[in-house]
Each structure stands twice: as C-alpha cells, then as structure tokens.
C-alpha cells in the first residue's frame, strides 16, 4: 500500500476516493466518474486543492468556519488538552474543566435564561436529544401525551433519523422508513417561490398562522414544541417575512407549547447577531448549537436549556448521552473560538461594518438579468435564479438545473458557492475582509453570465407555471 499525501497525484487520490469512500449527499457513481475536487489546505477565507487553485471559500466550510481557516490558537487548545486530558467522560458523576468552563460561557453569552448545556457530537444529535428532551419534559410535568413536535417542510435539522425527521426534505424522507411518528409539518415563510399574490407581511402572517391551524388540529393537548431555524440555511437561506415571528411566538406563548431555535446555523455572530434568535427577536426554551460552536475546528453540537426545562427534566434520570457528550478537546478548541470570536470583535464587524457592505454588494447582484432576488442577513444570503423577474416565474427545466450550471461556473471559476434548487447561497467565514468580498460578487457575476449564457443557448431561459 502507497502512502498517500497532498502531493499524490489527484488522479490517484481520486480513483481510490472513489474505490473505498462513500460521501454524504451525493450519488456516488456520478461522483465517482467525474472524481472528486481534493482540498489540500486552507487559509483566512481560502482554500487550496491538490491542482493548486485557490478558492474563494463562500459557504465556510458547511457554515462552520466562522473564524476563518488556519487558526494556530485552535490547534495549540486542542494540542494542549489533549495531552492533559485526551478524553473523559462526563457519564458517571464525573466531569472536567473543559466541559465545565464552556458550559459556563454559553450561559454566558445565550440570551435570557438559557442557562444550562446538554453536550452532543453534532447538530443532528443535539437535535435528537432536543426531541427527547421536550416529551421527557411534559412527561415529568404529568401530560405524557404532549408527545407532537411540529417543524416545516424543508426544514433541516440533521441526518440522524431523528434530526431527519424533525427536518421537512421530502427527499430525506423518502428513503430509509422517515419520518418517525409524532412530527407533523406546516409550510415555510418563502414569500419568492410561494407567495403567489400576496405581500410578504400577509403572506408571513399566513405561514405562521398554519402553525396555530396545526395544535388546533392535534389538540392543544397533544403539542410538546415547535422547532424551527430563525433563518432556514439549507433549505435555501430563507429569511422570513417580518411579521413572521411574531406572530409565531404569539402562537407558541397562547399555547404553552416549547419553542426550539435551531441556532446550528445562525449562532455565533453569522446574522451579525450572537444568536439568530435575537435577529429575531424571538425568546426560545431551547436552542441547539454546533458548527460556528468550533467553527468546524472540532465536533461539537450542544442543546441549550432555559431554566425551566432544565429543572423539569432535572426531576427525573434523564437516559441519554453521547460517549463524547463534552468531549474536552472539543470543549476546549469551541471555547478558545468564542475566545477568539468575543476579543476580536468579530460579532460586531459583522452586524456593522463587513455585513451592511457585503448586503450592499450582494444585493447588487439582482442587477444581473438572471437574478430574481437577493435576500442577506449578516453573513449568510441567497439570490434566486429566475427566468422572468417581474412574475417570479420559475424555470420550465427540473427545478435545480439552472442552479446546478450556476454553482459549475462558480466551481470554475474558484468560488465555493451551494445551489439549493434554483437559489445560489453563500455563507463565508465571518472574517471575510472587504477586498474578499469583492473578489466574491465579481467571481459570483462572472459565474452568472457564463451561466445565463449556457442558458440561452440550451434554450433553458424558459418560464414554467408562474408561482
Ligand atoms: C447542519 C445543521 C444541522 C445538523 O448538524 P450536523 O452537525 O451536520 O449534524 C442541524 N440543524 C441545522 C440548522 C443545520 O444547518
């Protein structure tokens, strides 16, 4: 056997990728003939591949590198803590300083009274415990039948079976027996591809009204919570209508039911906020947290509990956990990154001075003929692709295709931008400086000229039912 390294030639690399490692998300034998991109390294907001481009990273990652690559005071809290302590568990009665201190800061920094931690390895897995947690939590409060955790369709909240059947994707569901029983699923605030007629503000009131429709349909009774993105980020960056919280959070406080803001996105200053929670002024019981957490350093997720969750289901064992539930190496690695994220001021950069000039020149992008919309928040966006802009019709051709010739041009032209249907995303690590963010518009416009180029002449540029 050949050791292999970053200086393997990518063909190697890529035959033997393709022999022996199955990636998430993807339809391998696609893959496989085309042979997947190697990244060999990164630094700040760029990333190397073993055919030595340099690419404009504009998805950090998935969402996670918040502080941007190459972070040396990372690597010496991981190196450190793994020679003191490599690994203990916090299951029998015991814990460590790790899990302690970072336990100590996220109450810090979480509004209100989210003031106790549950550790997870993920986002999926908080997302399980969190499912757990609030029917465990009603169980103790004597109304055991407040079993139904209502979501939205494409929603996502994880790939664990119990993450994935929280999260609304048809196309998750679909395979392998999801989703679990006792989750139900209303309709999301995405006033672009299906509010026909109405004004965003009505169309908002609406989709949060289906909400109250759904407990008085299961019975007020039988609801233990309602979990949601503030801002849904895999579904295609969508940021609701203003009148969309509110009204959401009138619903779940008539009702008594739990709310649950899945933070795994939008914490950790990628609104320009510390929480996507407070962008929206919304007060949850629970929030779940990962990827900014580390900024994808270390994996780490975290459900985070308001007093009076944590003391209802303090009452009782609670018979869950994680062999690496507080891990302390990965305890260690997330607080030094809110170390980092807190002196740096990089939250506040963000809301005041790199996020309202990446808004401007995001939004700019709407100039090009191809692009429908543009929607930012802090530091995450997403522009929709349209063949008609006044109608906000959709293209005739399967929905994703002209996304997916989009994100292709931007591969090529070494811009790491997602496509999620016919809407291009980006999410950049939140240290993105102002000349970066040049270099993304003016790579993200060239992308989409050569994209609506190869439109036209494949006659794609056609409109299907308008929405
Ligand atoms: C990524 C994501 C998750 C799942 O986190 P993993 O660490 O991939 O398990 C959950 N919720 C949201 C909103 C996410 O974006």
């Known amino acids: 056997m050949t050791t292999l390294s970053t200086n393997t030639p990518t063909a190697e690399l890529q035959a033997i990728d393709a022999a022996h490692h199955m990636h998430p998300f993807t339809h391998a034998s696609q893959l496989n003939a085309k042979g997947a991109r190697i990244i060999t390294r990164a630094e700040g907001v760029w990333l190397n591949d073993s055919d030595g481009n340099r690419i404009l990273d504009g998805m950090a990652g998935l969402w996670c590198v918040n502080v941007g690559y190459g972070r040396e005071e990372l690597v010496d809290a991981a190196a450190r803590q793994m020679r003191e302590l490599p690994f203990y568990n916090t299951f029998f009665q015991t814990s460590h300083v790790p899990a302690i201190a970072l336990a100590q800061r996220l109450a810090e920094l979480a509004p209100g009274d989210l003031n106790h931690v549950f550790y997870a390895g993920s986002g999926s897995e908080a997302n399980d415990t969190n499912l757990r947690l609030v029917r465990t939590y009603w169980a103790e409060k004597g109304q055991p039948q407040k079993q139904w955790v209502i979501s939205r369709w494409n929603a996502y909240h994880g790939s664990t079976v119990g993450a994935g059947s929280l999260g609304g994707m048809k196309g998750m569901h679909a395979q392998g027996g999801m989703p679990i029983p006792g989750i139900a699923y209303i309709d999301q605030p995405y006033w672009w591809g299906e509010g026909g007629d109405k004004t965003p503000e009505e169309f908002g009131l609406e989709r949060a009204r289906q909400l109250e429709a759904k407990i008085l349909e299961l019975g007020p009774e039988n609801v233990a919570a309602f979990i949601a993105e503030p801002v849904q980020g895999a579904g295609g960056v969508i940021i609701p209508p203003e009148t969309y919280w509110p009204e959401i959070q009138r619903i779940v406080d008539q009702y008594g039911i739990l709310l649950i803001a899945d933070e795994v996105i939008s914490g950790f200053g990628r609104t320009g906020h510390w929480f996507g929670s407070q962008a929206m002024g919304i007060k949850p019981h629970i929030m779940t947290v990962a990827k900014g957490l580390s900024s994808g350093y270390q994996p780490i997720g975290a459900s985070i509990l308001c007093d009076e969750v944590a003391e209802v289901v303090g009452n009782c064992e609670f018979n869950h956990g994680y062999t690496y539930s507080g891990h302390p190496v990965a305890c260690a690695v997330a607080l030094e990154n809110l170390r980092i994220l807190e002196d740096e001021g990089i939250v506040d950069r963000v809301r005041d001075e790199t996020g309202p000039y990446l808004k401007e020149r995001f939004e700019s992008l709407t100039d090009h003929p191809l692009v429908g919309e543009a929607r930012i928040i802090g530091m995450m966006g997403s522009i929709a692709l349209t063949p008609d802009k006044a109608s906000r019709a959709p293209f005739a051709a399967e929905a994703g295709t002209a996304g997916y010739i989009t994100r292709e041009r931007c591969f090529n032209n070494n811009l790491i931008m997602r496509h999620v249907g016919d809407r291009m ?24 000229d050569e994209a609506h180029a190869k439109l036209k002449d494949e006659g794609l540029m056609k409109a299907g039912r308008p929405s």
């Open 425 to 448: 995303i980006i999410s950049p690590p939140l240290v993105i400086a102002k000349s970066e963010i040049d270099t993304l518009i003016e790579r993200a416009w060239k992308s989409l």
